[in-house]
């Protein structure tokens, strides 16, 4: 034994125990836990049955709510392929949204599930749950105050995502930014303007959107020609162009219906112009409008008929004066005329030499 092991004088000395001082603490603890055994076995069953109940209800709900999304997901495949199916979403997109909802649902209901048994299970060890509860009540409404805008941002983009309002892919007019959408948030939307800049819009800034890329679109264009030109030869010249392209790789499949010529749009004293309208595969307008102007041009040339507007038309038949362009005759030419004989200069006199 080393000396700093020693005990010095200023420290206690311990108190010797009795064995009998021993037997009676046992004695009294082995009490305590006899009269408590019962409460607390009662509350650890409380425990453990408010766990196994929670745990089955939140696997029954997620189970619920992912065979409702498979069903979802079987039902767009069905319509897909059909004459409907074009003019819905496709089935890969539904199925995207599906599963956004779906993982939605379920944070949800396990945050509802779980949070409630926490509750119950802090009940259970007799804890006062008014103060928490109130103090609770109290942080949601400072927070709900301060993140209000949040809390719009997200409940907006929950409900665009239930409704299918767009989807990544289709072009948009958000009113605040336009442009394709590359992103679909539950807080923020990004879309990529037509110059390539990327615009994050806040869902609960967008007030109304406009989606170009769902159902069906109108390729519309305007033929401008004189007024003495035959409308029913101009009219079989379109149907000849609308015969044409309605065969022809890729035009077929982004045009969805017969080019149809509308009637007249406009009649002028030195024009009139023909509306050429189309329905067109959603987001292909602009290239079906200018594959129309394109082939319409060719064939009204072929035809013999003059598209007019920008440059002035010129006269068809014009006698053209040889005279025109001839100075008018002047006076000075001759050199009789007074004017001549005016305008000469007087010669010098000459000197007399014969003095």
């Known amino acids: ?14 108190v010797p125990v009795t064995l009998d001082e021993a037997a009676q603490k046992a004695t009294n603890a082995a009490g305590w836990v006899e009269e408590n055994w019962s409460t607390w076995l009662n509350t650890g ?22 065979k409702l999304i498979e069903r979802m997901n079987r039902s767009a495949q069905a319509v897909e ?7 819905l979403v496709n089935a890969e997109r539904r ?24 509750l119950m299970i802090l009940g259970a060890f007799k804890i006062d749950l008014a103060p928490l509860l109130a103090s609770a009540g109290v942080a949601g409404v400072a927070i709900g105050f301060g993140a209000r805008n949040l809390v719009t941002d997200f409940l907006s983009g929950v409900f665009m995502i239930l409704e299918d309002q767009y989807g990544v892919g289709d072009s948009v007019d958000a009113g605040v930014a336009s442009g394709e959408v590359i992103e679909v ?48 030869r101009i009219n079989e010249v379109i149907a000849q162009v609308s015969d044409e392209i309605s065969k022809v790789e890729p035009w077929n499949e982004r045009l969805w219906g017969p080019v149809e010529t509308l009637g007249l749009n406009e009649v002028l004293l030195d024009s009139m112009t023909i509306r050429v309208s189309a329905k067109t595969m959603p987001g292909k307008a602009l290239g079906v409008e200018r594959e129309l102007r394109w082939r319409i041009k060719r064939a ?28 008018a005759p002047s006076v000075f030419a001759s050199a009789t005329s007074p004017q001549s004989a005016a305008a000469t200069p007087i010669p010098p006199s000459q000197p007399n030499l014969s003095k």
């Open 95 to 118: 199925r995207q949204r599906s599963e956004a909802i779906g993982s939605v649902l379920r944070s949800v209901a396990s945050f509802v599930i779980l949070g409630t048994a926490g």
């Open 300 to 327: 009204l040339d072929a035809a013999g008929i003059r598209i007019v507007g920008g440059v002035p038309a010129q006269p068809e038949e014009s006698a053209a004066d040889p005279t025109a362009g001839m100075a």
């Open 185 to 232: 948030g539950l807080r923020v939307t990004k879309l990529r303007g037509d110059n390539g800049e990327i615009w994050y819009v806040r869902n609960g800034e967008i007030k109304r959107i406009g989606n170009l890329s769902q159902g069906w679109a109108t390729a519309a264009v305007d033929v401008t020609v004189r007024p003495t030109e035959d409308l029913d």
């Open 45 to 66: 069953l409380r425990i453990l049955l408010i766990l196994v109940v929670a745990l089955l209800l939140r696997m029954a709900i997620r189970r619920a709510l992912t």
């Open 81 to 87: 392929g059909t004459a409907l199916g074009g003019l």
């Open 1 to 14: 034994m080393s000396w700093s092991a020693l005990p010095t004088a200023d420290e206690p000395q311990p």
